[in-house]
T-cell receptor, first 116, second 114 residues
Framework: AQKVTQAQTEISVVEKEDVTLDCVYE???????LFWYKQPPSGELVFLIR??????QNEISGRYSWNFQKSTSSFNFTITASQVVDSAVYFC?????????????FGQGTTLQVKP | KAGVTQTPRYLIKTRGQQVTLSCSPI?????VSWYQQTPGQGLQFLFEYFSETQRNKGNFPGRFSGRQFSNSRSEMNVSTLELGDSALYLC?????????????FGEGSRLTVL
């Protein structure tokens, strides 16, 4: 069965600190996709990144970076120099390798609070 | 372009009643997925529709049902409501071409069952 675990329920940091959100997944598929979504207080989830199982290259987008390690089944997300606007709930998610599907398995989410 | 629109945004029902929630996807998107979000269970997949056909289904009882219309708009229905059905119900749409896995979510319909 597929499963996503985000062990950190809540994280609180002070603005400009770096913060890493952990994500560990389980799947028996050899092809799969991993995602990160952000949920601000308004409620709608916003897509941040997708990574497929064959691409272990780390990715950086501005202050955001992602570290994918198949050996440890982890897909961690780092925010550098955090800002108050980064405060939100962050979800890691997994889908099977069939692609073109709206079915995602989400982790429980990590609530990030960035204090000024 | 307009985002995913869900109606109603808030509603209160009593146990035993039924409820219908509506979702209008982004124009041109033919896949619509529904999720239930609760503090205890988190985000759980309900079902997905594509071209008026259910393509995937989560592990929810038969009281939860859905459908999709020819214009891609979707509705979900919950019959015989239980207290545990209180949740934020999120709808998401995606483009059929050049799949990236990006789902576009609406702001949700918050259901309270009393």
């Amino acid at each position: 069965a597929q499963k996503v675990t985000q062990a950190q329920t809540e994280i609180s940091v002070v603005e400009k600190e770096d913060v890493t959100l952990d994500c560990v997944y389980e799947t028996r598929d050899t092809t799969y996709y991993l995602f990160w979504y952000k949920q601000p207080p308004s409620g709608e989830l916003v897509f941040l990144i997708r990574r497929n199982s064959f691409d272990e290259q780390n990715e950086i987008s501005g202050r955001y970076s992602w570290n994918f390690q198949k050996s440890t089944s982890s897909f961690n997300f780092t925010i550098t120099a955090s800002q108050v606007v980064d405060s939100a709930v962050y979800f890691c998610a997994l889908s099977d390798g069939s692609g073109n599907t709206g079915k995602l398995i989400f982790g429980q989410g990590t609530t990030l609070q960035v204090k000024p | 372009k307009a985002g995913v629109t869900q109606t109603p945004r808030y509603l209160i029902k009593t146990r035993g009643q039924q409820v219908t929630l509506s979702c209008s996807p982004i124009s041109g998107h033919r896949s619509v997925s529904w999720y239930q979000q609760t503090p205890g269970q988190g985000l759980q997949f309900l079902f997905e529709y594509f071209s008026e056909t259910q393509r995937n289904k989560g592990n929810f009882p038969g009281r939860f049902s859905g459908r999709q219309f020819s214009n891609s708009r979707s509705e979900m229905n919950v019959s015989t409501l239980e207290l545990g059905d209180s949740a934020l119900y999120l709808c998401a749409s995606s483009s059929p071409t050049g799949w990236t896995g990006e789902l576009f979510f609406g702001e949700g319909s918050r259901l309270t069952v009393l």
